[in-house]
Each structure stands twice: as C-alpha cells, then as structure tokens.
C-alpha cells in the first residue's frame, strides 16, 4: 500500500517520489507489518483459494467474482504461467492452466536459502524476486530460483516481460536481461539478448522513477514526468507515431509536460497515468483494451474519454485487458479481452469502453482499493480496511541529495561510515544528482523541457552553502566526483533532464578550495564533448539561468582561464595547459553568446581577461631580448631558448584571437601586429614581395592612379604599403599614408560611378542601385581592408550594420535607426500600434516597389504578421537590396586585409579601427601633449591653446588633418597619439607658417610675436597647406 505523506528521501525531492507513489503499482512491505485484508480475484478457473486457504473459506460473489481474507500476504503478482504471492518475506507460487499445462497447480514455497523477499513480478514463462537486501533472484520456468549475474547493485524496483526484465538501482541505473528479438532491452540494435544484467547507458543520468516491462517493449518514467519507450512496436505500443520499433529508449514526446505518474505495459498495449488522474492509453485495441470505444489500434497516446473526470489513482494492464481503480468512488473500471471472465462483469466479450467491476457491498464500504494486479487471463485487487493502520510501501525512489540528507551530513548525527557511504552513492551517480533539488512548487519539474531545467535554484544554493562549510565532506564529495562522477558522464544524453547536472557542478565547485581548477577543468571537457543537441539545451539553460547563477557561472571559468594565462605569462609550459584553456576559452565563449542573446546584466567586461596583457608584454620583452641578440650577432644558447618561447606566446595569441571577448580593444591592437609582424617575416614564397609595395599617386588623379596600381596586381597585400605623392619630397613613415587614406576617402565619396550613397545624417551605405559594377565594390573593399592592414582610418561614415555583416552578425532594427531613423521610427510605431490603425494604414509586404516574399504585394501587413514584416523590411535594408554589393566589397575587404584575426574584433571595435574613435575628446589633447625647446607655461604655447579652443569644431579636425594626415580620433583616444610641440627660434619668426612632421606627430611654431599673428598663421596653415611636411 502507498502512504499518503510517504517520505524516503528528504523534503522537495521525497515529496516528487510521494507524488508518483500514490499512482504506481508497488510492492508491499515485509514482515511485521499488517498483511492484506481482503483479496479479490475474477477471470480463468483457479485453484480454489490458491492453496491460502481452504475452499471453504473463499467467498463467491456476483460474476465469477471471489474474495477471501488470507492471513500475511503483504503483496503478490500474476503472469501468464504463474501467480506468486509474499508471505511473511518468502514467497509461493501456483503454476496457472495453459497451453503447455492443463490443470491449475498447487501452491508451492520456494526454496530461497536466508532471502527475505520484499517484491516478486510474475512474466511470460516465470519470475524475478527482488530481497530485502536489494539482491535479485530469477525464478524459472520450473521454479528454480537463481541469483542473477552482472548486478551486484542494490536494486529497488524490478519488471518482468515476456521475455525479458528490468532492474533499477538505488542510484539510478537500469539494467537488463533476457531476449532481444525487438529490441526490448534497449541495446543496441544488434545486440543478442543476454542471460545476464546489461546496463542500458543511454539511460545513465536520467532520474528514473518508475520501470515497466510489458510483452517485448519497455518503458520506464523520470522523476519530472518523461516517458521513455523502446521494444517491439507492432501496434503502435511505444506511442510514437508509428509502428517501427525501437532499439534504443525514446522519449515519448506527446506525454511531456502531462505530469505522468505512472505507466504500465500489457501485451502490446501501454497505458500510462497523470497526476490529476487522466489516464493514456495507446498500442493494440483489437480486444478493446485501450477503452476509446472502438477496436482499432493507436499509435499516439489518447485520454480515455469515459474516465475523463474520474481522478482515477490507479491503472493497470494485463496482457489484453485494462484494469483502473478511483480510490474516491472506490470503484474499479475494466475494458478489453474479457474472454475469461478477466473484466468481472459476467460477460465473456471484448469491452471497448470502461464498465464497473461488481464488487460485493462489503469491498464497497469498507475496504480501500489498494493495489491491482492484472495477469493474462485474471485479474486481482488488494484491499485493506479503511480504519486499520497500512502497511509502508517498498517502493524506493533513486537515492537523491536535499537539504535535510546535508543537514545530517553536517551535524554528523550517523556514523562517518553511513555518510561517506551515501556521499559516494549520491556524488557518483549523474542520474541521483538530476534527481535532487526539484522544484516542486505548482508542479513546476513537471514542464521540464528544453526551455525550462525544473530546479529550485534557491534550495541548491542554500544546501551547497552548509556543505561547502564542512572540509571534511567538501573533501569527500571532491574526490568521488572527480574519480567517479565526471568519468561516468555520458557525451549523447537521451533526455533532457540529464543536463541538471551541468547546473548543479559548477555551483558545487564553486564552493570548493581544493582541486577546483582540475574539476572546473574535467567538467569544461565533459560539456565540450556533448553531442551538439545537448550542448544547444544546456545554452538554453544558461540563458533561463537567475542573473547571480549566470555571474557565478561565468566567474568560475572566467577566474580559471584568467589563472592559466598568468601561468603561461609567469613562463610556465605545457601541452595541458593550453588544452585546458582552449577549453575553458571554449566554455566562456559559449556564456558570453548566451549573454549576448539575452541581454542580460553581464557586460562585455565582465568577459575580458586582463592577464592577456600580462602575455602580451611578455611576448613584447621576449622580442626586445631576441632583436637585441641579432644586433650583437652574439647567438648564445638563450637565443633558441629565446625563439622557441616567442614562437610559444605566438601561438598562445593565436589561440586567443579566436575568443573575441577575452581580450579589450587596445590588446587586440597589440596582438594583430604581432601576428601581422608574424606573418610578414613568414618564409612562405607566395608572400614575397614582387615590388617594392610604393604606391606613387597624383593628388589630383588620387583615386585613378589608385585603382590602375591595384589592377596591375603585383602589390604584396602582406606586406606594408608605402605612399609616395608625385612632385612632394615627403617620406612615408606612416604619415603620407594616413593622408592618403584621408583623401582617398573624400575621393570615394565623389567617385562619379556612385557606388556609395550619403544619407542625410552623413552615414554611408552601398547604393542599392549600382548593380553593374561588381569590380568597383571589390576595390572598394580592398581599399578598405588595406587600411585596416596599415592601420589607417577611412574618412567614410559607415554604420555598425557594415561591420555586423563583416563579422557574420545580423543587423536588426536598432541598425536601420542609426542609418535611417524615420525609416525606423515608422517601424516601431507600426510594431506598437493598435489593430484597427494596422489595417488602415494599407501595407503590404513591399518595400521601394521590391516584393519581401512572394506574392508580397497582395498581402496586407496585420497586427499577426507586423513583427514579420519589420524583420523582412530590415533584411531588405542590410541584406537583400545590396545582396551582390556586400559580396564583392567582402572579397575585396578580406584581400586588403589578408589576416583574417580582424574577426576577433566585436563590430563596434572593427568600426573604432577602421573609422577611428567617434569621441573628439579635445582637452585630452592638450593633457597628452608634450613639449621641445619649450613649455606649457611658455607664451607661445599659451597662445597656440587659446586659438585652438577657440576654432569651431571643424577647424580642430582640419588641425587634425595638418598635423596627422587625418580627421579621426585614434581608439582609445588623443592619449593614443603623440603630439610634440617644439618651438623654433628661426629668423622672422611672423613671416612664417608653422609646420607639422606627420609621421612624428610634431607641430613647428615659430615665436610668434602675439596671438593674432599666431591665429592668422595656424588657420591659414590648416586651409590651405596641402603639401606634405610644411605649412
């Protein structure tokens, strides 16, 4: 019998196993306790009172029915050759007419040796026992009883089919044995059948509560209500659809979220039970077992219409029948073969709907319904009297952790030996950990699915708190995960709720002091190695995860990786370190993408790991030590120790480039030009240079002789570029470069083939209307990617959307706001207006007279389909209008910029790069400035400050363009730049014009003899002086 409040395991997660136990049928307990009151049974002719007591004593009612009162049976079970029954912890068994015997046997006792046994499931041709002691023994066909091989666990819950059984262990593993021939064990498809226990491991992790075998399929049911089938499929038994069968357990996908409780398997026909009492049936109705009022069969699983509302507690299935109790009514409902008089209605009919069984008044009133046994060709039913104490129930749930089990733990109210004991049964099963901490409250571990985990967040906290302040446990739990739990755990989970376990690990090792970088490590491995669904679902998780979870989550391997850097930087080597960084880098990579799509309170900083810049200066000084080596010519032993760890924080940098977020804007800077410095020394031929790289323009024909130099194809893209302007004595060392890029620049935005179009905020975008020519848009590109390359700016105002699409990112609607706000303005009203004013303001799904699907000009824009237009209109915008634009400027940006680690910047940085900083910071210019021959306390420099605050904005960036060869902010801002002010003390210093060194960043001002003569020479030097190098 099942106890109303039965508790075996600890508070939320003993009270899921209380749920599912007043459902199952279970096992009766062991000798002590009060036996069953009452037994009825009805169906094939018997032995008179099986041999429990005399005929006399058996009590005859209407249709075939019989009762009897006999004394110690504490549980029993049918099948189609034997009926077995517990007595005092040994069992008997009476061998049932059939086939192959033709008259009923007599009650015989096995010989079980000092066995106590607890449960017994009676199949097709014998019997498993499961003892007291969690040992199972199998009963044979002759009734030899023999212990079973390949399971020294402790069992809690057996099955018995035609052919083949089940046996699930206290921590949560499933095991198998018998015949094969339709897949029933769950092994592989070629897999023979076998005599002795195979575990099925497909199954590891998943929190079982209940196992069923029936003809040659199987189920079994999770603690969260998820139903998996597998075996023969005939009829449609697995509920999946169709009548293929099943090799491996499958989840039975039309039961998720049904709040299952219970399941039973008949011959070819399943039957399963909700927690508000709704019962499912599916497989074979030839004989009307499935009660749907009819005889066909099902293949999905379909509510019993007739006991809708019944709150039924009970179902069963014997071999063609059904049999269901409603503890309330106290009455009990059969449907299907009844053949044999199995439905106790007096009839030997197949019955295709639910009819009462007529029990005597007495069954009626004073008696409660406890368990149901349905064989092939007899039915049964316990019951005790309603005012009696009942008896415990056997049924054992996986062992699970909760805060009540840590609770004794800490307080150390057993014996070390009893706790270790448990710490090593919990710690080292997946399926025991999935099964703890549930949330219970409004059912909600009842919606586990691939959104939502089912775990009280709260409660694991909590409880991991008070057990991270035991060293001795910690120190216990630690070493039986690292050696047992996180080898066991399986790379291709069945279902979902074995990646509980993904959540609840990094919160527990959080809390450890010892061994947390291995175990944060194994775990990093483990999760890398899930197959891609399960990796996709455990990113879904995360993303539901409470905001303090996800901080903590991605401070663990935040902290980890930040830790292995320092070692690589601090000298430290290895292999395994790199691989453990990799994996953590890998780990990280997949949080960061989870905070990206959720926008939740974690920022970019959060992610970055500021001991690369500890790598960085090692790599830097690593460097200076080898060039100072060459320059001495002196190549002692450190020389090659000196390569070979250069070629080591190479390759670390290598790796990092491919993890955007773990570095800030200036060390990625750092680590393209090492890379790029890399490269460029590279010994591949195919990187040499064909030419000196010189690029010789004419300021008034820049673009053209631009162009016929990149069609010549012999610049060397790897290699640095150098600008010679044709009639000028200037030497580029960087400054008549980031000039040339300047102009070149304002000469794109001219170039009368109108590849570019300026919007009325002066954003630049492709013009949707130049579709003939492909060559323009890649050499726009590559002038783009070249300067990139040579790290210089574009004067072109492109909108982040540009660099998005660079970097495989979609734009959306905050993108189109920045490049056309009324455009997107309208957008957003549409998105928030009502019905009525949606349909009346006649949209289609058009955009500038182009069709967004087919057939779009016929379809009204509704409130239903709004946020689908906005999304298509957006597409057309970035993507769709300027399909082949964008295709040839990214072939031609990837050329100009052959190293491809510019992806490693996030879209707002590769804009800050390309395009410069967007903040005119200009006291910061004058903070970072510097002074030769001179002081900022000096008149002169006084002066130059004064006229300089006092030019409008676009004379300052026209000082920019004089002094650097170009208007844009460096990242990072003026302090990134250099600006040298050196006073000179030539002659007639008013009739002079000052000047400015590009490349050196250093302004030449004469002494001028006031500040208007300053003004009048500084602002005619920035108008008017194009010439390189003087004013």
């Known amino acids: 019998m099942i106890p109303k409040h039965f508790h075996l395991v600890g508070n939320r997660t003993s009270f899921v196993l209380a749920e599912i136990s007043v459902f199952m049928t279970v096992c009766l307990q062991s000798a002590g306790d009060p036996s069953v009151n009452m037994l009825c049974y009805w169906g094939a002719p018997v032995r008179e009172g099986f041999g429990l007591l005399k005929p006399d004593k058996v009590k005859h009612g209407n249709y075939g029915i019989r009762s009897m009162c006999p004394k110690s049976v504490e549980d029993m079970s049918a099948g189609r050759s034997f009926v077995g029954f517990i007595r005092d912890g040994k069992v008997s068994v009476l061998r049932l007419r059939g086939e192959n015997y033709d008259h009923n046997g007599k009650l015989e006792q096995l010989q079980l040796k000092n066995n106590r046994i607890r449960s017994i499931v009676c199949g097709g041709a014998g019997a498993v026992l499961l003892a007291d002691a969690g040992r199972v023994l199998v009963m044979d066909k002759s009734t030899v009883c023999r212990p079973l091989k390949g399971l020294e666990r402790q069992v809690i819950q057996i099955t018995c089919g035609d052919q083949h059984s089940m046996a699930l262990t206290k921590d949560g593993q499933l095991f198998v044995w018998g015949e094969n021939s339709h897949g029933q064990l769950g092994l592989r498809k070629e897999h023979p059948g076998s005599p002795s226990a195979q575990q099925v491991k497909s199954l590891c992790g998943i929190p079982l509560a209940q196992i069923s075998a029936g003809g040659d399929h199987s189920f079994v049911l999770s603690l969260s209500g998820v139903v998996f089938g597998w075996g023969k499929n005939s009829a449609g038994q697995l509920g999946l659809g169709d009548t293929t069968d099943r090799h491996i357990p499958t989840v039975v996908n039309s039961l998720n979220r049904k709040k299952t409780v219970s399941i039973s398997c008949g011959g070819k026909h399943t039957a399963t039970l909700s927690k508000g009492g709704t019962v499912f049936t599916f497989g074979s109705g030839g004989f009307g077992q499935l009660g749907h009022n009819s005889f066909k069969d099902e293949h999905h699983p379909r509510v019993v219409a007739e006991l809708w509302g019944s709150k039924v507690s009970q179902v069963t299935c014997g071999r063609r029948h059904t049999l269901v109790s409603v503890s309330s009514s106290k009455l009990i409902y059969s449907f299907g073969c009844g053949m044999q008089g199995q439905l106790g209605n007096g009839e030997m009919i197949k019955q295709s709907v639910p009819l009462p069984v007529d029990l005597s008044n007495e069954c009626d009133h004073e008696y409660m319904i406890e368990k149901l046994i349905a064989g092939e060709n007899h039915s049964f039913a316990l019951f005790f009297k309603e005012l009696e104490s009942k008896p415990k129930s056997t049924l054992r749930g996986v062992l699970t952790l909760n805060d009540r089990m840590i609770d004794r733990w800490v307080s150390e109210r057993d014996s070390w030996k009893v706790i270790k004991k448990e710490i090593n049964t919990v710690f080292s099963s997946a399926a025991s950990l999935n099964g703890s901490f549930l949330k219970t409250s409004c059912d909600e571990h009842y919606q586990t699915s691939v959104e939502h985990c089912g775990l009280d967040f709260d409660l694991v906290k909590t409880s991991f708190a008070k057990l991270s302040e035991n060293e001795r446990l910690i120190s216990e739990v630690v070493k039986v995960v690292q050696q047992k739990l996180l080898p066991s755990l399986n790379p291709n989970p069945t279902g979902v709720e074995s990646l509980r376990l993904y959540l609840l690990l990094p919160e527990l090792i959080r809390g450890f002091r010892k061994k947390r970088t291995e175990l944060t490590g194994a775990l990093a491995s483990k999760i890398l190695q899930l197959n891609p669904a399960a990796r996709k679902v455990l990113e879904m998780y995360w993303s539901k995860l409470p905001d303090d979870w996800l901080k903590g989550l991605v401070k663990l391997f935040h902290k980890e990786s930040a830790e292995l850097i320092g070692q690589i930087s601090c000298g430290k080597t290895g292999h395994d370190l790199i691989r453990h960084m990799q994996n953590f880098l890998q780990i990280l990579q997949m949080l960061y993408e989870v905070c990206c799509s959720t926008h939740n309170t974690i920022t970019n900083s959060d992610f970055i790991i500021h001991e690369v810049n500890d790598l960085i200066v090692k790599l830097q000084v690593t460097l200076k030590n080898l060039a100072m080596i060459l320059l001495d010519l002196r190549f002692t032993e450190d020389f090659n120790d ?307 605050f006092e030019f409008s904005e676009e004379n300052k960036k026209k000082f920019l363009m004089f002094l650097y060869g170009r208007k844009r902010v460096p990242v990072g801002g003026f302090s990134m730049c250099s600006l040298k002010i050196r006073q000179s003390d030539g002659p007639d210093p008013d009739d002079r014009l000052p000047e400015a060194q590009t490349c050196f960043g250093r302004l030449i001002l004469p002494k001028y003899s006031d500040i208007n003569t300053l003004r009048n020479k500084l602002v005619h030097a920035i108008n008017f002086c194009k010439v390189f190098g003087r004013g």
Not at 831 to 854: A, K, N, S, Y
């Open 642 to 948: 000196l390569v070979t760890l250069k070629d080591y924080y190479l390759g670390i940098i290598e790796i990092l480039v491919k993890f955007p977020f773990a570095a800030d804007t200036q060390s990625k800077q750092r680590m393209f030009c090492y890379l790029q410095m890399h490269l460029q020394f590279s010994p591949d031929q195919e990187m040499l240079m064909l030419n000196d790289n010189v690029l010789r323009v004419n300021r008034e024909s820049l673009l053209t002789d631009t162009l016929q130099y990149l069609r010549q194809n012999t610049h060397s893209f790897y290699h640095l570029l150098e600008v010679v302007f044709i009639g000028e004595n200037g030497i580029d060392w960087r400054g008549l470069s980031a000039e040339f890029f300047t102009l070149l620049s304002q000469s794109l935005l001219k170039w009368e083939k109108k590849v570019l179009e300026v919007q009325g905020n002066s954003l630049v975008w492709f013009n949707p209307h130049h579709t003939q020519g492909n060559k323009d848009f890649y050499y726009l590109g590559v002038i783009c990617g070249m300067a990139l390359y040579n790290h210089h700016y574009i004067d072109i105002n492109f909108p982040l959307a540009l660099y998005k699409k660079l970097l495989k990112l979609s734009p959306t609607l905050n993108d189109l706001e920045e490049l056309s706000p009324v455009e997107a303005g309208n957008l957003k009203n549409l998105l928030e207006e009502d019905e009525d004013v949606v349909d009346i303001l006649f949209l289609d799904f058009t955009v500038r007279g182009q069709e967004l699907i087919p057939n779009g000009g016929q379809i009204q824009v509704n409130k239903v389909n709004r946020q689908k237009y906005v999304d298509l209109y957006v597409d057309f915008v970035f993507n769709k209008s300027v399909k082949n634009q964008f295709k040839h400027f990214s072939r031609g940006f990837s050329k100009g910029c052959p190293l491809d680690i510019w992806s490693m910047f996030h879209p707002e940085e590769l804009q800050e790069l390309l395009q410069g900083s967007p903040k005119y910071e200009w006291k910061e210019l004058q903070t970072s400035a510097s002074y030769e021959s001179c002081s900022a306390s000096d008149e002169l420099i006084k002066n130059f400050w004064t006229v300089f």
